[in-house]
């Protein structure tokens, strides 16, 4: 069983809809991270938050809007998609400021865009 | 900027036999070296991990992986698959002092024939 709950773990939306995704961890990990995994190309990673201040975006359209609330939470709202965007999205957690860790992944939300 | 090759894409190999997933790495320093599985619809699990020490790591599943300094290489091997090892599987690269800018390779698809 995993640490991270991922909620939807389906999502079909309008591309004038919007939507949130959500993500838990209960690993007492202080780093949440937000990835995308398309057909075909390495994992993205979107976002990274840090006790809940975030500290990466790589640049992701603004269409995608992080929120993390506390160490155990985290948002993805999305607003106005387009159909390039249908993919996996999968949330990750990790301790902060420990060495020789990984990130513990959640089972992911499919969300495709129509 | 760091990277990471995983030159087969799609590797068939019948039940009982043996495994090798290659991956090379492009990284300055010292690399803290991952190897996930992800099976279908599911989020990435993590099989092992290289940070320092003795360079043959053995992980869960009876996979192992070699760090090969000389050949930027990170090889994973299994003596014998199962029909349940089929799923993708991912090499990752990162910087020392933890998880957190860690790039993905593209990741093997691996089938088991009977």
């Known amino acids: 069983e995993t640490g991270v709950t991922q909620t939807p773990r389906h999502l079909v939306m309008g591309m004038t809809n919007k939507k949130s995704l959500k993500c838990e961890q209960h690993l007492g990990h202080n780093a949440m991270y937000w990835y995308k995994q398309s057909a075909k190309k390495p994992l993205e990673l979107m976002f990274v938050y840090n006790f809940k201040e975030q500290t990466e975006n790589n640049s992701v359209p603004s269409r995608f809007s992080p929120e993390c609330p506390n160490s155990s939470h985290l948002f993805l709202h999305l607003h106005t998609l387009q159909p390039e965007d249908s993919a996996l999205y999968l949330c990750?957690?990790?301790?902060?400021?420990?060495?020789?860790?990984?990130?513990?992944f959640g089972q992911g939300t499919r969300l495709t865009v129509v | 900027a760091q990277s990471v090759t995983q030159p087969d894409i799609h590797i068939t190999v019948s039940e009982g036999a043996s495994l090798e997933l290659r991956c090379n790495y492009s990284?300055?320093?010292?690399?803290?070296l991952f190897w996930y599985v992800q099976s279908p619809g599911q989020g990435l699990q993590l099989l092992l991990k290289y940070f320092s020490g003795d360079t043959l790591v053995q992980g869960i599943k009876g996979f192992e992986a070699e760090f090969k300094r000389s050949q930027s290489s990170f090889n994973l091997r299994k003596p014998s698959v199962h029909w349940s090892d089929a799923a993708e599987y991912f090499c990752?690269?990162?910087?020392?002092?933890?998880?957190?800018?860690?790039?993905f390779g593209i990741g093997t698809k691996l089938q088991v024939i009977p």
């Open positions: 990284y300055g320093a010292t690399p803290y």
């Open positions: 990750a957690s990790s301790p902060v400021g420990a060495i020789n860790t990984e990130a513990f």
């Open positions: 990752a690269v990162g910087a020392s002092g933890g998880y957190q800018k860690v790039t």
